[in-house]
C-alpha cells in the first residue's frame, strides 16, 4: 500500500459525459502528479501540482483539467469525452517538487467510454 | 526532446537465470533515470533512480542499473530471477530543465519454473 488513494476504482460514462477523478496523497506530500495509461498510447504523463500550484505540463488535453486543493488532494477533470479516454488513470504523490523525489503511485482508477 | 526506447516488449527468462531488460534514453541535457515496475491491476512501483553520483544504482528487490553515459543507456539487471519478478517494467527519463516525464513503451518480463 503505497498511502496514495483514488476514487473512484472503476468509471463507465458515455460520450460526451465530464468525470472527475479523485487523489488524495501520502501524508506530508506536497506534489501530486496525475498520469494516464492506455493500450494505444501507453504511460503518458499529463500534469504535476505542488502546494497548489501547477509545476509541469505534459501530454494533457485541453479538454481535461486539474487542481489541487488546500488539503492537498487532487482532482482530475474530463470533459467532452471520447471512446480514445478510456483508460487507466493514475495519481502519484511526491515530497518534494523535483523529479528526484520518489513518487508513489496511487491504484488508479479505470474509466470506460462508451 | 526527451525520449526513451525500451528494446524487446516481452522478455521470457527461466528461475534462476539473469535478467537482463534494456533502455536507451535521449536527453540534450543531464537525465534522471528511473525504473518502475507495474504488478498485474497495481499501480507502478519506484525500482531504482539515478540522479547523481555512482553510475551504479543498487534498487529494491536484487535489482540494479547502470548509467552509461557513453551509450545513453540505463540497462536494469538481477542476477537470479524468480517467480515473483513477472511483471512489466519502465524505464523514464527526467531532467529538471524540461519539468516533465517521459516513459519508455514497457517490457513484460515473464519467468518460466
Known amino acids: 500500500d503505497s498511502g496514495v488513494t483514488q476514487t473512484p476504482k472503476h468509471l463507465i460514462t458515455a460520450t460526451g459525459q465530464r468525470v472527475t477523478l479523485r487523489c488524495s496523497p501520502r501524508?506530508?506530500?506536497?506534489?501530486v502528479y496525475w498520469y494516464q495509461q492506455s493500450l494505444d498510447q501507453g504511460l503518458q504523463f499529463l500534469i504535476q501540482y505542488y502546494n497548489g500550484e501547477e509545476r509541469a505540463k505534459g501530454n494533457i488535453l485541453e479538454r481535461f483539467s486539474a487542481q489541487q486543493f488546500p488539503d492537498l488532494h487532487s482532482e482530475l477533470n474530463l470533459s467532452s469525452l471520447e471512446l480514445g479516454d478510456s483508460a487507466l488513470y493514475f495519481c502519484?504523490?511526491?515530497?518534494?517538487?523535483?523529479?528526484?523525489?520518489?513518487?508513489?503511485f496511487g491504484p488508479g482508477t479505470r474509466l470506460t467510454v462508451t | 526532446a526527451q525520449s526513451v526506447t525500451q528494446l524487446g516488449s516481452h522478455v521470457s527468462v527461466s528461475e534462476g537465470a539473469l535478467v537482463l531488460l534494456r533502455c536507451n534514453y535521449s536527453s540534450s541535457v543531464p537525465p534522471y533515470l528511473f525504473w518502475y515496475v507495474q504488478y498485474p491491476n497495481q499501480g507502478l512501483q519506484l525500482l531504482l533512480k539515478?540522479?547523481?553520483?555512482?553510475?551504479l544504482v543498487k534498487g529494491i528487490n536484487g535489482f540494479e542499473a547502470e548509467f552509461k553515459k557513453s551509450e545513453t543507456s540505463f540497462h536494469l539487471t538481477k542476477p537470479s530471477a524468480h517467480m515473483s519478478d513477472a511483471a512489466e517494467y519502465f524505464c523514464?527519463?527526467?531532467?529538471?530543465?524540461?519539468?516533465?516525464?517521459?516513459f519508455g513503451s514497457g517490457t513484460r518480463l515473464q519467468v518460466q519454473p
Open positions: 502519484a504523490s511526491s515530497e518534494g517538487q523535483g523529479w528526484s523525489y520518489e513518487q508513489y
Open positions: 523514464a527519463v527526467s531532467d529538471t530543465g524540461r519539468r516533465a516525464l517521459t
Open positions: 501524508s506530508g506530500d506536497l506534489s
Open positions: 539515478y540522479t547523481t553520483g555512482a553510475t
